[in-house]
């Protein structure tokens, strides 16, 4: 079983075509921190992740390509996330791991700010609505290791980019505990 010597692997090709594009995704998402949607464009995006124009617009076609990137990338990372944590609380306080994230991501709230306006858009345009909606389950699982009852895990979905929205118009944002008191409400057979 060789390679054969087109396969992308053997010149890396591929992976510094992918390197390229998560460049430019992460690009996007700072500008979008920065300026908001309306200030993304294949230049500026160009520009904050220091590759050529012409790399911007190879990779995506037009802004709303760059756009359903970004927000697909950050759900897909967001559920990978959760469903870690998921599995890792077997043996930890899982609530208390998870207050302890929110507290971490509201500390250092611009990627958070991006996420949100991101969700706006696909709220917008249902086609964009499966990453969110993958986002959705990976919190309902999250939820299950601690309750069966379908209300509590839908009001722990819902609750839980509430308690982050609202923790970006805070002057002061929650602290872990708490955010774990919150969540213990929202699942008190957890404790």
């Known amino acids: 079983m060789g390679e054969t010597?087109?396969?992308p692997s053997t010149d890396g090709r591929r992976s510094k075509g992918e390197r390229r594009r998560r460049?430019?995704?992460e690009a996007t998402l700072r500008v979008i921190e920065r300026d908001g949607a309306a200030g993304v464009t294949h230049r500026a995006v160009a520009?904050?992740?220091d590759l050529p124009t012409t790399a911007a617009t190879y990779y995506f076609d037009g802004v709303d390509g760059l756009l359903t990137a970004a927000l697909t990338t950050?759900?897909?990372d967001?559920?990978?996330k959760m469903r870690q944590l998921t599995v890792a609380t077997e043996d930890i306080d899982g609530l208390r791991r998870l207050a302890e994230l929110m507290a971490e991501i509201v500390d250092t709230p611009g990627r958070l700010t991006a996420e949100f306006e991101l969700c706006l858009l696909a709220s917008r345009r249902p086609d964009l609505r499966g990453p969110t909606n993958r986002?959705?389950?990976a919190l309902a699982d999250f939820a299950r290791r601690y309750t069966t009852d379908q209300v509590r895990i839908q009001l722990f979905v819902s609750a839980y980019d509430g308690l982050l929205l609202h923790a970006l118009l805070a002057d002061q944002p929650p602290t872990a505990d708490e955010y774990e008191a919150?969540?213990?409400e929202l699942l008190p057979d957890a404790g």
Request: net charge negative.
């Open 5 to 7: 010597l087109n396969e």
């Open 47 to 49: 520009r904050e992740a």
């Open 23 to 25: 460049a430019l995704i």
């Open 74 to 76: 950050c759900m897909d």
């Open 182 to 184: 919150m969540l213990r």
């Open 135 to 137: 986002w959705k389950s």
């Open 78 to 80: 967001d559920a990978e």
